[in-house]
């Protein structure tokens, strides 16, 4: 499975950004997918989540209510539309997925998702 994200940039506090990830290699393959991002200096950190035969879509407290994931099973595609961005989403954004379902007490943890795509950076600044 190979992963391609893409769709970051310069935008201002209070805007938005709509991310994609593409993915090849294997059909389904985003069936269960993520979104991550690395600030410099700091950890990955868990933003969105969605999985398989699951309704629930699983979002870090940091961005419930402006960050808003879903998939395109047509195009094999997944999406992370980001509003009202703040300069602390800064960030190289990655997306990630996994074959099997995973555990919802392991979805936050970046080691639970076996593919990652190369990473988009994200920079809110005025």
């Known amino acids: 499975v190979q992963l391609q994200a893409s769709g970051g940039g310069l935008v201002q506090p209070g805007g938005s950004l709509r991310l994609s990830c593409a993915a090849s290699g294997r059909t389904s393959s985003l069936e269960n997918m993520a979104w991550f991002r690395q600030a410099p200096g700091k950890e990955r950190e868990f933003v969105a989540a969605?999985?398989?035969?699951?309704?629930?879509?699983y979002y870090a407290d940091s961005v419930k209510g402006r960050f808003t994931i879903s998939r395109d099973r047509s195009k094999n595609s997944g999406h992370l539309q980001m509003n009202n961005l703040k300069p602390e989403d800064t960030a190289v954004y990655f997306c990630a997925s996994k074959i099997n379902r995973p555990i919802s007490s392991a979805i936050r943890l970046a080691d639970t998702w076996g593919y990652w795509g190369q990473g988009t950076q994200v920079t809110v600044s005025s």
């Open positions: 969605i999985r398989v035969g699951d309704t629930n879509k």
